[in-house]
């Protein structure tokens, strides 16, 4: 599909400079967002875990995957399916166009409109020559990069595993001493120094405000959307 085609269809999603460089070296398939209240003004005095949120994982054999209950919408039982369906920010399948931090560049050849842009991930350093523009206020035709939502699924913060951490884009410290008898502490059992998980967190509590640590930061363990993707390039790219 060419890139016209795709911005018809496609959802905005955001990621910092860091996360975009990841997505262009594709060290980065994955991504999680924390579930916020899908209605945070209903049933206030019912809500848990301090983020306003609950959800109760209950497995039956009909059901491999588990019921849900979330507070914030009901008190009644929803299968995760269901749940996914009508409440997850996107669905797989689904298009997204990353916006990115961002400007128009004033050096813009006006007969060609392939350098209309430019995008912080691809400059070392500030380049404050660009007085860049935070991604929410990136313009639709200014995305240059589309992703396809492979699965979407609910877990808690904390339940990243070091595959996953490194689906992230991380890559964690290995130690040298190779596990032998006069191995580190850290690393002894693992081999890790600094397992890809460890970047993870210090970057996701990088990324909330500091006011909202208590409620989504890593110590909080959100319950969290977990949305797998590839990267589609557009026709003509």
Request: hydrophobic share 30%; proline share 6%.
């Amino acid at each position: 599909m060419t890139k016209s085609e795709l911005l018809q269809i496609a959802k905005p999603i955001l990621f910092n400079t860091d996360m975009v460089r990841a997505i262009l070296d594709r060290r980065r398939t994955v991504t999680r967002k924390v579930i916020k209240p899908a209605n945070p003004f209903r049933n206030k005095e019912g809500y848990h875990q301090g983020n306003g949120l609950w959800i109760d994982g209950y497995s039956k054999n009909d059901e491999p995957n588990g019921h849900i209950k979330d507070y914030s919408v009901s008190s009644c039982w929803m299968t995760r399916k269901y749940y996914l369906e009508k409440y997850a920010p996107y669905q797989p399948g689904d298009t997204l166009y990353v916006r990115e931090t961002w400007n128009t560049n004033p050096l813009h050849d006006y007969g060609n409109e392939s350098n209309k842009y430019v995008y912080k991930a691809d400059y070392d350093g500030h380049a404050g020559e660009f007085g860049w523009s935070p991604p929410i206020r990136m313009p639709k035709e200014a995305a240059r990069i589309f992703l396809r939502v492979i699965d979407v699924r609910v877990e808690r913060l904390q339940d990243i595993t070091e595959e996953q951490a490194i689906k992230e884009g991380f890559k964690g410290v290995r130690c040298r001493c190779g596990g032998t008898a006069y191995a580190c502490t850290d690393c002894y059992n693992t081999g890790w120094v600094e397992p890809p998980y460890v970047g993870f967190m210090y970057t996701w509590d990088s990324t909330i405000k500091k006011k909202d640590l208590v409620l989504y930061g890593w110590k909080a363990n959100p319950w969290v959307w977990v949305i797998e993707f590839e990267r589609i390039v557009p026709d003509g790219f």
